[in-house]
């Protein structure tokens, strides 16, 4: 393989659809409860869950629909920001603020979000591959690290 190869990184849509797609599941969210809106991860297949979040410079709730996976009390999900550069605005205000409320099939709970660091880092990004054949490859297209962020349940 000759140093200027790289591997040829997976077909995204345009940002402004993967934008516009995650504001329709939002509305849908909104229009039916909570109905039609959310899936249950598996072990074969990550979910969707809702998750509130407060703004680091506003101080009001922001929703945002993300996709995760279980484990243990744990709920995990992806820093990806569609997979485009930078950290999305959900994860600026976590590390702002940590505490967030979380809305999936099978529960809703507080939580408290944090970082995954070295070898859990690398086991819950393990997981997340079993779900997404093309994880590495997203990953590698963008200067950004993209953090695991785990959501520990809290009291209250």
Partial sequence: MSENH?????????????????????GLYRATGGRFALQRATPERWGTMRL????RRSGRERPV?????EDGPNLF?????????????????????????????????AVRA???????????WALWRETSKDLDAFAAGRSTPTAVVVLEPRAG
């Fill in 114 to 124: 944090r970082a995954a660091e070295g070898a859990e880092h690398e086991r819950l």
């Fill in 65 to 69: 629909i993300l996709a995760y996976r």
């Fill in 52 to 55: 509130t979040v407060t703004g």
């Fill in 6 to 26: 790289r591997p040829k990184r997976p077909w995204l849509p345009p940002r402004w659809f993967i934008r516009t797609a995650w504001a329709v599941h939002r």
């Fill in 77 to 109: 999900t992806l820093a990806m920001n569609g997979w485009g550069e930078g950290h999305p605005a959900w994860w600026l205000n976590l590390q702002a603020n940590p505490d967030a409320h979380a809305v999936w099939p099978g529960g809703e709970r």
